[in-house]
């Protein structure tokens, strides 16, 4: 399979890869990891004129987190690298939990996490994962640069709503204002393929009460789903069986899974209840220490 | 060497310009014209007739294309050749002399690794960027650091015994 034509350019500098797109006025598509738009290429459902390749652009293969708590991640910083972050192993546990299950290993070291919020896949778990998160993404353009809510970046499936002039950056987890506690689960069929469903929860928790809560769903939609009902209901209380049970209904409830290859929509939506039930299960032990 | 076009037997489009990229494969620089949509694992195949390197799925699912840039795994039917312009690529053909076997392939060669073959270049250079990272990885790592590679005849038992076969024999060379 080979791509239809398409000019291609590597810039060394942002402000180059901004003219190029801005240039490109629509029929331009930047190449970072590549390991979604590549197959697009092939397979012919993406052919534009002209790929900006953002990976000599220097400075942005990082991952950090500021003196405050906030998480930055650069547009070239690849899965791989946050598999193996300490930072999101000591910081973040539902970004720790969620390296590991993207794609697999090969495609790991290639695929970068900015990126895969772009390519907006309703399958994508960095999407729900930064989601639940309350995370954004910043765009830069010719004007400057921009903060986007990611629950506002995505509009549709393989849909967001940079302009075809801006690039995506970097993203950003806020600073938590207390202790966090969280996971990320994912089912599916083998290494690689796309989710079955999963379920993202990110809690900040003071002493044993949860001050915010966030649970996003991969898989079990059109696009991410923002659980916003299923989060909420644990705001304000300690983590007990019976608010765990019902969060984990609300949040099976706001799936909108179809029946397909994977599962049937019933089967989908068991799996994201006992997906919530069995992060947050697993979260109470420590805030039951903390209190 | 010449440009590509002839090998993917279509015409040249006008405004699409050819790229000359410099890569250094197996330890050597090869310079090759290209046009931007080439993919790094038809550039190896058909460019540089290093047909070591399979083509299995063609949708980034096997890893049979699995080759070392930089040192790191990856899968050359999703990079395009340009993105490789400055940059180190190793193949199955650089793992070893001609006349010899590197330990994976021996490993492989003793332990039965492989049946059809069709995905033993991948499995091997997954191997080798494992092995380079973490010389005495668990049983558990190595069937982690492989899950990016499929294989259809093996069941994976064998495969795994082969790299840790490697590991070992590796570490032996190393320690003497």
């Known amino acids: ?207 044993a009460v949860v001050t915010r809560a966030g649970i996003a769903l991969t898989g079990v939609g059109g696009s991410t789903i923002d659980a916003a009902e299923a989060a909420q209901a644990l705001v304000g209380g300690p983590l007990t069986a019976d608010s765990i049970a019902h969060a984990a209904d609300l949040a099976a409830q706001a799936a909108q899974p179809r029946s397909d290859h994977r599962g049937s929509a019933d089967y989908k939506r068991h799996i994201v209840r006992t997906f919530v039930e069995r992060i947050l299960t697993r979260v109470q032990p420590s805030t039951e220490r903390a209190a | 060497m010449s440009s590509l076009f002839e090998e993917i037997r279509e015409p040249v489009a006008g405004d699409v310009p050819v790229r000359r990229v410099s890569i250094t494969v197996n330890g050597v620089r090869r310079t090759a014209d290209v046009e931007p949509r080439l993919l790094l694992a038809h550039l190896l195949r058909q460019g540089l007739g290093l047909t070591g390197t399979h083509t299995g799925c063609d949708t980034s699912n096997c890893g049979a294309c699995t080759v070392l840039f930089d040192g790191k795994a990856i899968k050359s039917c999703t990079m395009l050749a340009v993105q490789a312009d400055g940059h180190e690529v190793t193949t199955v053909e650089g793992l070893a002399g001609p006349s010899e076997l590197h330990p994976i392939q021996e490993g492989f060669k003793d332990e039965h690794g492989l049946q059809c073959g069709f995905c033993t270049p991948g499995m091997m250079l997954a191997a080798k960027a494992l092995l380079d990272e973490n010389p005495n990885p668990t049983e558990d790592e190595v069937r982690w650091a492989l899950s990016g590679n499929l294989c259809r005849c093996t069941g994976y038992q064998n495969i795994v015994k082969s790299v840790l076969w490697a590991a070992k024999k590796l570490q032996s060379q190393s320690a003497s």
């Open chain 1, 1 to 207: 399979m080979y791509p239809s034509r398409f000019r291609y350019e590597a810039p060394r500098s942002i402000d180059d890869a901004i003219a190029l797109l801005r240039q490109g006025a629509g029929e331009a598509k930047v190449l970072a990891g590549g390991q979604s738009l590549v197959p697009l290429l092939k397979l012919r459902f993406a052919a534009p004129e002209l790929l900006v390749d953002i990976n000599n652009l220097p400075g942005l293969d990082y991952h950090r987190a500021d003196p405050d708590g906030t998480i930055r991640i650069g547009a070239l910083c690849r899965h791989a690298e946050l598999e193996r972050s300490t930072i999101l192993a000591t910081r973040q546990p539902t970004m720790a939990a969620a390296a590991p299950l993207i794609a697999d290993p090969v495609v790991r070291n290639r695929g970068t996490l900015v990126g895969s919020l772009c390519h907006a896949d309703p399958q994508g778990d960095w999407a729900s994962v930064v989601t639940a998160l309350g995370g954004h993404v910043v765009a830069q353009g010719a004007n400057g640069r921009r903060n986007i809510p990611v629950a506002q970046f995505v509009t549709g499936p393989f849909q967001n709503v940079l302009a075809y002039d801006e690039i995506a950056v970097e993203a950003v987890i806020p600073a938590p204002k207390g202790t966090v506690a969280g996971g990320y689960l994912k089912l599916e069929r083998r290494v690689g393929d796309f989710a079955t469903a999963g379920t993202a929860v990110a809690l900040e928790m003071s002493g």
